[in-house]
């Protein structure tokens, strides 16, 4: 990777720099500065064009290959290069480029900007968004402009706090929110890589959507290693009705690894079915390249390219040229010449080119208007221009918001290729069809969300319109007589459905409501009201009251109703009093205030509105018991059906199945198997009743069972007699699996030496063990009764090794004895010599005897000469066991 120096890269021009911003001038009489000036002019005509105003490129160019992708330098020069030659701009300069650097952590990237501040006449940036408000208030100082591509806050569009920046793509939370209007997906994830960089970015992006009135369940770093991607995964699927996730890193399209081990992941799990959408978030900010381009990252995995098939790829549009296309062009006419190490252009290029060429807008537009090139003026004449970009048209309107348009793209799973599906019209804020209709994994889009979260005059909690609960409030309060116990029983049910903000919708958090008592004349009716930030009433618009909340919002003293003594009874009066105490401990709660009230009224009627609401929170509470209740049995339930099917199945499989995505076929290059069975168990089928095998297995086998527990091993299956395990799948473990299967083996070995059947105790049962190791491929077969199966040579041997073997011996096979000599942990092998495998020929086999240190004992396997039929003497020495039982029975009858 090219090294930019820390200090930026800058090309060196001929003329003098622009005067900067706040420059002292020297102390000169007026007719001599005039004097001067004048000269300066008839002499010098073109000295105009020589002065010099420098933007800085501000990026983590150096420390992020994919950022450093985007050739900044080479950008710029372009951009540059078309600006100064460009007749249509009258910019009375010249214009000049330096590559800035920014660390990747966002406290050193702060750090290092601050001292950028005679570095360039203005900015463009910064990438990380991390530091975007306090870069921006540092240019606000420097009166230097910012134009920044990637900043997310919203507060950076007020003039008054931020008057030096401007944005120079659209806001990417705005295309977003029109996305997902269109689909009705309003529950969303926000999943970062683990760089400072992007985990800033997904926390601006989470709150961008919740400021849009939008939830966001989850906002997390996907993790290190495979684990903590698999947890950070699980806690998306236990995080509620998720319809987006939103990925917070580099886009698999321009070489992002992190996202390409999220995916993967993902669909392993099964998250790719069509349950979620995921959406990359980085694409917002260049064009990606669509028509006709191979994706080489989907083109070189299939396992990729059917996760991507859930990706939805929203990018700005490529109009007329593709960046592919633009930058082509560029190269051919020489006006691009790239490092000898750039292989994979970021089309991040076409944005910095973007970014500077609207900077140049903006000086154009300043001066025609006849004002200085302020920070703040070019800011703002950024406003209400447009020109052709890289390979995209780009407007401003006259709010300083970027109309460009986007795509959505789409991909089938089958072609490395992506395709153009919707149009983003963000002047009209809709989706328009594209030709092509959206490949959803599942068949059809995640299931929509309520409507209310995309309307501006409704408020939603859990996709629940609530307008209609403030309604009945209204209209309770507006009938109720010591009314302020009921505001108190309103701010309880707000805080409990906990509404949402949005920058058009009315604020029901308790930081933003007021519950208020206009005093009235004694004739009048008594009026309640909800107050918004916007200084209405909620069902009464008409009635303002801004004075109220700044007297609540800024005490002191404290604004509290006034209740003049005849108006109420004094004990209902002092009980209002105290629940305005500003010491919640000194509040009384609900069951008080009822309770005093049932004091005050003597036994009197009891107001019908304490009444409902009596009933109200009663019949709240009871049907939340039973909801809890009910919530509870179902999630022991889910929790049993799925703790059987992980002991089924591995925990990743079952995972794909429940979500009815199929397994593909996985390869595994280094596993050991193991293979037992019960020597003689035909005989003692034959002479046992059924129930009796039964048991006779189930004793066993839990035995067996308790032993893997501690052990890397995965229990394949059983059949009969025949007992299946393997190690390094579908876990892989190094080269630990041989060892893991050979400790299992002694142990397992070891238990079988003290068991004994129940109803034939005297009967010694005796089993073989063979093991083999080397590769396999592991897969599910069947849909009915899915089965976790392995196939290959390795397993085949294996099965061999045990079916050649002798009563209590492990039989070993030559590729699991090397892995067990080559890891020295004192393995005792001796050799059996030539033995015949069927369908493998004649091989030199072992016995595995013990271990150093392993100090249980093992069964003593029966004396075998050459030549003896020790089938037939087990099966022998089993009838006659037999006999003798059923000899000692009969004589007890």
């Not at 919203?154 to 931020?162: S, V």
Request: net charge neutral; with cysteine.
């Amino acid at each position: 990777m090219q090294h930019i120096p820390p200090n930026g890269w800058e090309s060196n021009h001929p003329c003098v720099p622009i005067i900067k911003s706040r420059q002292t001038l020297p102390t000169l009489p007026l007719c001599n500065f005039l004097l001067w000036v004048l000269l300066g002019v008839l002499t010098f005509p073109c000295c105009v064009h020589c002065l010099i105003f420098k933007v800085g490129i501000l990026g983590p160019w150096n420390c992020d290959p994919v950022y450093y992708r985007a050739l900044p330098t080479s950008a710029a020069r372009l951009a540059v290069s078309r600006i100064n030659g460009d007749p249509g701009l009258d910019l009375g300069l010249t214009m000049d480029f330096i590559v800035l650097q920014e660390p990747c952590e966002t406290s050193k990237a702060l750090t290092a900007y601050i001292y950028y501040d005679t570095s360039a006449n203005a900015f463009v940036g910064p990438t990380n968004p991390g530091y975007c408000v306090a870069a921006s208030l540092l240019a606000k100082n420097w009166d230097k402009a910012l134009f920044s591509f990637s900043c997310i806050s919203y507060g950076l569009e007020r003039t008054t706090g931020y008057p030096t920046f401007a944005r120079t793509v659209p806001f990417p939370v705005d295309v977003l929110f029109t996305v997902f209007k269109h689909f009705r997906w309003a529950s969303s994830a926000v999943v970062s890589s683990n760089e400072d960089i992007w985990i800033d970015t997904a926390g601006r992006v989470a709150a961008g959507l919740r400021s849009k009135g939008l939830p966001v369940g989850l906002v997390t770093a996907m993790g290190l290693n495979d684990t903590e991607v698999e947890s950070m995964l699980r806690k998306i699927q236990n995080a509620g009705e998720i319809r987006v996730i939103i990925m917070c890193m580099h886009s698999i399209l321009v070489g992002g690894e992190y996202q390409a081990t999220f995916l993967t992941k993902a669909h392993k799990m099964g998250m790719t079915s069509g349950k979620y959408v995921f959406v990359p978030y980085d694409t917002l900010h260049y064009s990606v390249p669509y028509s006709n381009v191979s994706h080489l990252a989907l083109q070189n995995n299939s396992l990729l390219r059917k996760a991507y098939d859930a990706v939805l790829t929203i990018t700005v549009a490529s109009e007329l040229l593709s960046f592919n296309e633009a930058f082509t062009a560029a190269k051919r006419s020489q006006e691009v010449t790239l490092p000898v190490e750039a292989e994979q252009v970021n089309p991040l290029f076409g944005t910095i080119y973007n970014s500077i060429y609207l900077l140049a807008r903006s000086i154009h537009n300043a001066r025609k208007a006849g004002m200085l090139l302020s920070g703040s003026n070019l800011a703002y004449f950024s406003k209400n221009t447009s020109f052709n970009g890289f390979n995209q048209k780009v407007l401003v309107d006259t709010s300083g918001e970027v109309k460009t348009n986007y795509v959505i793209l789409d991909s089938d799973s089958k072609s490395s290729q992506l395709y153009q599906a919707y149009i983003v019209d963000l002047k009209a804020g809709e989706l328009r069809f594209a030709g092509r209709s959206i490949h959803f994994p599942g068949g059809s889009p995640p299931t929509a969300d309520s409507g209310c979260w995309f309307d501006e005059n409704v408020i939603c909690t859990g996709g629940v319109e609530v307008s209609y609960i403030i309604i009945v409030l209204a209209v309770i309060l507006s009938l109720a007589v010591g009314g302020l116990f009921i505001t108190l029983y309103i701010r309880r049910r707000l805080q409990q459905i906990q509404l949402i903000k949005g920058p058009n919708r009315i604020l029901l958090t308790l930081e933003d409501l007021t519950f208020i008592n206009p005093q009235l004349s004694k004739k009048a009716s008594v009026e309640y009201c909800v107050c918004s930030k916007f200084n209405k009433c909620v069902p009464f618009p008409y009635l303002l009251c801004p004075e109220i909340i700044r007297k609540v919002k800024k005490p002191p003293p404290m604004c509290r109703p006034t209740v003049a003594p005849d108006q109420a009874p004094l004990e209902c009066i002092q009980l209002m009093k105290q629940c305005w105490s500003e010491q919640p401990d000194r509040r009384p709660t609900f069951d008080e205030i009822f309770d005093r009230f049932k004091i005050i009224n003597k036994g009197k009627k009891t107001n019908i509105i304490d009444s409902m609401l009596r009933m109200l929170e009663q019949y709240s509470s009871n049907l939340e018991d039973l909801i809890r209740e009910r919530t509870e049995e179902l999630e022991v339930e889910k929790q049993r059906t799925e703790k059987l099917l992980s002991e089924m199945l591995p925990p990743s499989v079952a995972e794909a199945l429940k979500t009815g995505v199929s397994v593909e076929p996985e390869y595994f290059d280094q596993v050991t198997i193991y293979f037992s069975d019960i020597v003689g168990f035909t005989t003692i089928s034959s002479l046992s009743d059924p129930i009796e095998v039964v048991d006779l297995l189930n004793d066993l086998y839990t035995l067996f069972d308790a032993v893997l527990s501690n052990h890397d091993v995965y229990k394949v299956e059983t059949i009969g007699d025949a007992y299946m395990v393997a190690s390094g799948l579908p876990k892989r473990n190094g080269n630990k699996h041989a060892a893991e299967v050979a400790n299992m083996s002694l142990n397992i070995l070891s238990s079988v030496g003290t068991f004994h059947m129940r109803h034939m105790p005297d009967v010694p049962v005796r089993i073989r063990i063979g093991i083999h190791s080397g590769p396999c491929v592991a897969g599910v077969v069947g849909l009915t009764m899915p089965r976790y199966c392995l196939f290959g040579d390795t397993v085949n041997t294996a099965s061999r090794m045990e079916s050649t073997g002798l009563p209590y011996r492990i039989h070993v096979n030559c590729s699991t004895v090397k892995i067990l000599r080559s890891l020295n942990d004192g393995y005792k092998i001796e050799v059996r010599g030539k033995t015949e495998l069927k369908g493998k020929g004649i091989e030199e086999t072992y016995w595995l005897v013990g271990k150093t240190n392993f100090a249980k004992p093992l069964p003593k396997p029966p004396e075998i000469r050459p030549g003896d039929n020790w089938q037939e003497m087990v099966t022998e020495e089993i009838k006659t066991h037999f006999r003798k039982a059923n000899r000692q029975v009969d004589k007890k009858i």
